[in-house]
């Protein structure tokens, strides 16, 4: 392992850190996914309805959403060390509040207590593991972050179905716990100060304007699947999201200092890689979302057995992340996402032609083979678009990155739960036929359902391809030096 110091020129046992790092980092992400199968436990423990309990998801992705773009500003203001000390330890508070709470507004307190450490430790894992390995290195250093960020989310439903039928929902926070002390034990001795600081003063308003403007943006979206596009509260926050984050932008394009660097798209080799991981993500969570549903409506299976069926395709892209980190640093990522994105759209292809009677296991092996596409893209297109800004730039560069897929997500969410809810809709059988021909009915409402699952999917192709076109215009060498850099942005 390559010798490294930190900002006052002490060596770093570097293996010891990112040990450190994934670690608490593979934990947190965990937690985003791991109530997905205990909404009806909880619901019959607090007695409380479906849109209440969606709410320990949808605080959870606001107040983590509004985080990210601090992140940036709490980088270069607080000392590495205590910064990931400070984020953990928050998570550490949100969870034994989660874990004791007797009534759903603790509950939920704890979780959006929980949000705020997490909205800083993901894009701090990408700061500090950009800072302390070279370019030429940085795509194995972020294909082992691929281990956290890509196989955490998806074990977590799988996780939290064998929990809850056997332990309670309690366990779920309480498992974590050991963890958290383990990771704030290990942050005392092995995390160490490696990111420079600046010590730049906060732009109350762009704080405000990015709050609130993500905010609503995200809340809006959030709101879609239950209430649809048209609703009034949906639009209203959509609308007023944008127009707050428009004034966000403006500011910041005019500012000295700016809280949150933008004209980091002036390199044509970020904003590429940004959008293109984006169109990866949004595919890939599209699909996580919709074939559980599907396994569970149309199949008749558990939430612990359709986690178990998705099971294989997280280890596959557990397994790959870090070789495909080290192809990454030898042929660079345009080779890699243009095979990747035509894996996961081929892969993605079956699942628009799914019948009742499709058997489990192909649709297991096909996931698998999907999430091997993602492996190649999701990761190397980050430490691309990273490569390509100066190390001071790079943690503007992780919060703008993490901002738009956090949004590009929540997008992805609410489109496609429109779609498999409009199409199934439209093309139900009408009521009277209940009481006329209640066998036609079931037939025709499950083949409409069915019909929504295809458009919902088709959908999902649609990125996948759209992403994979644009792959052409990736850069063909491996960036080995940083094309923005602070002196250009301050043009």
């Given at each position: 392992?390559?010798?490294?110091?930190?900002?006052k020129?002490?060596?770093?046992?570097?293996?010891?850190?990112?040990?450190?790092?994934?670690?608490g980092?593979?934990?947190?992400?965990?937690?985003?996914?791991?109530?997905?199968?205990?909404?009806?436990?909880?619901?019959?423990?607090?007695?409380?309805d479906?849109?209440?309990?969606?709410?320990?998801?949808?605080?959870?992705?606001?107040?983590?959403?509004?985080?990210?773009?601090?992140?940036?500003y709490?980088?270069?203001?607080?000392?590495?060390?205590?910064?990931?000390?400070?984020?953990?330890?928050?998570?550490?508070?949100g969870?034994?509040?989660?874990?004791?709470?007797?009534?759903?507004?603790?509950?939920?307190?704890?979780?959006?207590?929980?949000?705020?450490?997490?909205?800083?430790t993901?894009?701090?894992?990408?700061?500090?593991?950009?800072?302390?390995?070279?370019?030429?290195?940085?795509?194995?250093?972020?294909?082992?972050?691929?281990?956290?960020?890509?196989?955490?989310?998806?074990?977590?439903p799988?996780?939290?179905?064998?929990?809850?039928?056997?332990?309670?929902?309690?366990?779920?926070?309480?498992?974590?716990?050991?963890?958290?002390?383990?990771?704030?034990?290990?942050?005392?001795f092995?995390?160490r100060?490696?990111?420079?600081?600046s010590?730049?003063?906060?732009?109350?308003l762009?704080?405000?304007?990015?709050?609130?403007?993500?905010?609503?943006?995200?809340?809006?979206?959030?709101?879609?699947?239950?209430?649809?596009?048209?609703?009034?509260?949906?639009?209203?926050?959509?609308?007023?999201?944008?127009?707050?984050?428009?004034?966000?932008?403006?500011?910041?394009?005019?500012?000295?200092n700016?809280?949150?660097?933008?004209?980091?798209?002036?390199?044509?080799?970020?904003?590429?890689?940004?959008?293109?991981?984006?169109?990866?993500n949004?595919?890939?969570?599209?699909?996580?979302?919709?074939?559980?549903?599907?396994?569970?409506?149309?199949?008749?299976?558990?939430?612990?057995?359709?986690?178990?069926?998705?099971?294989?395709?997280?280890?596959?892209?557990?397994?790959?992340?870090p070789?495909?980190?080290?192809?990454?640093?030898?042929?660079?990522?345009?080779?890699?996402?243009?095979?990747?994105?035509?894996?996961?759209?081929?892969?993605?292809?079956?699942?628009?032609?799914?019948?009742?009677?499709?058997?489990?296991?192909?649709?297991?092996?096909?996931?698998?083979?999907?999430m091997?596409?993602?492996?190649?893209?999701?990761?190397?297109?980050?430490?691309?678009?990273?490569?390509?800004?100066?190390g001071?730039?790079?943690?503007?560069?992780?919060?703008?990155?993490?901002?738009?897929?956090?949004?590009?997500?929540?997008?992805?969410?609410?489109?496609?739960?429109?779609?498999?809810?409009?199409?199934t809709?439209?093309?139900?059988?009408?009521?009277?036929?209940?009481?006329?021909?209640?066998?036609?009915?079931?037939?025709?409402?499950?083949?409409?359902?069915?019909?929504?699952?295809?458009?919902?999917?088709?959908?999902?192709?649609?990125?996948?391809?759209i992403?994979?076109?644009?792959?052409?215009?990736?850069?063909?060498?491996?960036?080995?030096?940083?094309?923005?850099?602070?002196?250009e942005?301050?043009?």
């Open positions: 392992m390559q010798e490294v110091r930190d900002t020129g002490r060596k770093i046992n570097v293996a010891l850190l990112v040990v450190t790092l994934i670690t980092v593979f934990i947190t992400v965990l937690n985003q996914t791991i109530l997905a199968t205990a909404f009806p436990t909880l619901m019959k423990e607090f007695n409380i479906t849109g209440t309990v969606q709410w320990l998801t949808t605080g959870f992705m606001l107040v983590n959403g509004i985080m990210i773009p601090v992140s940036a709490l980088a270069a203001k607080v000392p590495t060390r205590w910064l990931y000390i400070g984020a953990m330890s928050i998570f550490g508070v969870t034994v509040v989660a874990f004791i709470a007797d009534n759903f507004g603790t509950l939920l307190a704890g979780r959006l207590i929980q949000a705020v450490g997490v909205g800083v993901m894009p701090l894992l990408q700061n500090i593991m950009l800072s302390i390995f070279p370019p030429e290195k940085r795509g194995s250093a972020m294909g082992l972050a691929g281990l956290a960020i890509g196989v955490a989310p998806a074990i977590g799988t996780l939290s179905g064998w929990v809850i039928d056997n332990f309670g929902w309690r366990t779920l926070f309480g498992m974590l716990l050991p963890v958290i002390v383990l990771v704030l034990i290990m942050s005392i092995f995390m100060d490696v990111l420079p600081n010590n730049p003063k906060l732009d109350f762009s704080l405000v304007e990015s709050s609130i403007g993500f905010g609503l943006l995200l809340y809006g979206f959030s709101e879609v699947s239950s209430n649809g596009w048209l609703d009034p509260i949906v639009l209203g926050s959509i609308a007023g999201g944008v127009v707050v984050i428009a004034l966000f932008v403006y500011r910041q394009l005019h500012m000295k700016p809280f949150l660097e933008l004209r980091v798209f002036t390199s044509k080799i970020f904003t590429l890689s940004t959008i293109l991981g984006s169109i990866a949004m595919a890939m969570v599209g699909v996580e979302m919709i074939l559980p549903l599907y396994l569970q409506i149309i199949h008749g299976k558990s939430a612990l057995e359709s986690g178990l069926t998705l099971l294989p395709g997280a280890l596959m892209m557990g397994v790959m992340s070789i495909t980190g080290i192809v990454f640093d030898r042929i660079g990522a345009k080779r890699l996402a243009q095979l990747g994105l035509f894996i996961l759209t081929v892969g993605t292809l079956p699942y628009a032609f799914v019948t009742e009677t499709t058997p489990s296991i192909f649709i297991t092996i096909i996931y698998a083979v999907r091997f596409g993602v492996s190649m893209v999701m990761m190397p297109l980050t430490t691309n678009g990273m490569n390509a800004l100066s001071e730039l790079i943690r503007h560069g992780t919060a703008v990155n993490n901002t738009i897929r956090q949004v590009a997500t929540s997008m992805t969410t609410a489109i496609l739960v429109s779609i498999l809810t409009n199409v809709n439209n093309t139900a059988p009408a009521k009277h036929m209940l009481t006329t021909n209640p066998l036609g009915y079931k037939h025709q409402f499950f083949s409409a359902t069915l019909n929504g699952y295809h458009a919902s999917f088709w959908c999902a192709i649609a990125f996948s391809c992403g994979w076109i644009l792959t052409f215009f990736l850069n063909q060498k491996v960036v080995k030096s940083q094309d923005v850099t602070s002196k942005v301050a043009k």
